[in-house]
């Protein structure tokens, strides 16, 4: 459910002329997306996507995210293209919270992910890691290896309950991650969150990525890490070689990596695998009993993992 | 959050295949509605909804609503028409659940009632009921009277945590109300549940009604009490008389009520009352602590039905 914030017709009305995109037809709040509440808007001129940013998003960081979405936009990546009013600002207020309108991009995200999904994922992956040089801003990871730490300080005290042993396991095994954690990759923008959701398919091609709210300035090859766990293991949590095969074809196909890159694969997969771990985990240990949603189990990420670990070399991933 | 289950893209692809609506643009959920799971569905051939029906609806009521909004549609009142496939069905099947096409009605709800909404809305409902005639299906109102016996019985061992002494009072005034029901008022098709979030508005004029899920054969009448309780009253539960004024008089000026529809007006705003406080005393009852959905206040109609109890005469409500 990603509507947290209702707005009146009246609000609505007075905001949307402060833009040339004509006027209200329709308005509809969006299932999809957990962080903001988004609304499918439809005007006299088309469809656009109004979102209103909720508290979990921080207000300093809004320009760095519309600001990228442009940048791409403008170096010829498919992404929502934030509107920018008539006073030419691109970030409004509306029902008392920060609100943006972006274009709307046709396409729909994959439910069951299919090897043919990943070549084309890959070389979208490293179009944006291309288009995202020169954008002047720069964010940093707020969920990166320093953050993992406290992070999983939060969930310790009650991380065995998830599994035996998972507590000391995580301490252990994030000890070895930060040890080995690579120092001079190549940084630039990356999406930092590309699961399924958020990559749009159209008549079996690749039609565009969305939700820049995880955003930041970190290691370029972190991003295909974070892919790589998103989209190429089974339900069982088994690395579809083939699928991975494909994903960093794709990506090699616009950005060709270097070797150090391709060593780093294996402790940069196990820090992403982690990352979202202990996210999970932290949802999964504090969402009351019986919520309407389910957070999600943090032990699909565990056996991810373990497969990292089981890893000698990025030939692992069908390199 | 109305996205219960999701839907693949082979699926859908498949799905849309019996259909002549023009091949898939974007498929995204709608976070409006409770009972079913939506999409705002997008073809080459323009703007759709696509519904499943999830288990709170009895599947073979479907042919009912969907045969009732093709009715209406054909009489003239504006609501989504259920598109048939190429077979001549407009009931098909998707993801292991009955699901249907319906078209894209344009307009926005209001999320803040004003006395401009109520004479269109009362001229729709009498539409409404209009246009019901000769409808050849009659479904029994699984929410009428004859439920609310069964329904207080459900909730009576905790009523009174809600409110001391609640359960005793709603014992004696549902006796009351079930001795006064009207017998011989006017009956026919009636929408049964139209809130705001169901009536839509473009330009300032009504463009439509959705959701005919709770549709049903029973008192004309009935559905305007229900119209009186859903629009008319203040935040702390006064009737604003003016509102109410202006929904009969819009009524009044399509269809006519009879000095009986007219007198059965109290009793039957405390029947719509009770309707839904019980349902609502039930899921408050029944809804998890800490679920995401936060479950309606059922005292807001226990302040209503104090109100219609209080009344000596449809001259309360502005007649």
Redesign the interface.
């Known amino acids: ?3 947290y914030t ?5 609000a ?1 009305t007075e905001f949307l002329a402060l833009y040339e995109i004509g ?10 997306g957990v962080e903001n509440s988004n609304y ?1 808007l ?1 005007t006299t001129q088309g ?1 656009f996507i109004l979102t209103l940013y909720e508290k979990r998003v921080n207000k300093e960081d809004l320009p760095y995210f519309l600001g990228l979405m442009e940048h791409l936009r403008a170096h010829g990546l498919s992404c929502p293209l934030p509107v920018r009013a008539k006073d030419g600002r691109n970030l409004q207020e509306l029902a008392g919270k920060m609100a943006a309108i972006t274009t ?5 995200w ?3 992910i299919r090897v043919a999904h990943c070549e084309p994922l890959g070389a979208a992956l490293a179009r944006l890691h291309l288009a995202g040089e020169g954008f002047a801003m720069t964010r940093r990871n707020g969920l990166g290896p320093d953050a993992w730490e406290p992070l999983l300080a939060k969930s310790l005290p009650h991380a065995d309950s998830v599994l035996g042993g998972l507590g000391a396991e995580l301490q252990a095994w994030l000890g070895q991650i930060e040890a080995e954690w690579p120092k001079n990759l190549p940084v630039g923008q990356i999406h930092a969150d590309l699961f399924p959701d958020n990559v749009f ?3 079996g091609k690749l039609s565009g990525l969305i939700d820049f709210y995880f955003a930041c300035t970190d290691i370029l090859a972190y991003d295909i890490a974070i892919c790589l766990n998103a989209w190429c293991f089974e339900t069982h949590a088994e690395l579809n070689v083939t699928r991975s095969r494909a994903l960093l074809r794709g990506y090699q196909s616009v950005r060709p990596l270097s070797q150090a890159e391709i060593d780093a694969l294996p402790v940069l997969a196990r820090g992403a695998a982690i990352r979202f771990l202990l996210t999970r985990l932290y949802d999964w240990l504090n969402t ?6 389910t957070p999600k189990d943090p032990l699909d990420y565990y056996r991810r993992l373990r497969f990292h670990f089981a890893v000698s070399g990025a030939g692992a991933y069908g390199l």
């Open positions: 459910m990603a509507v209702e707005v009146t017709d009246e609505l006027t209200l037809t329709a308005f509809r709040g969006i299932a999809e499918a439809k469809d709307f991009l046709p396409g729909v994959p439910r069951q398919f159209l008549d009351p009993a019986g919520a309407l949603v």
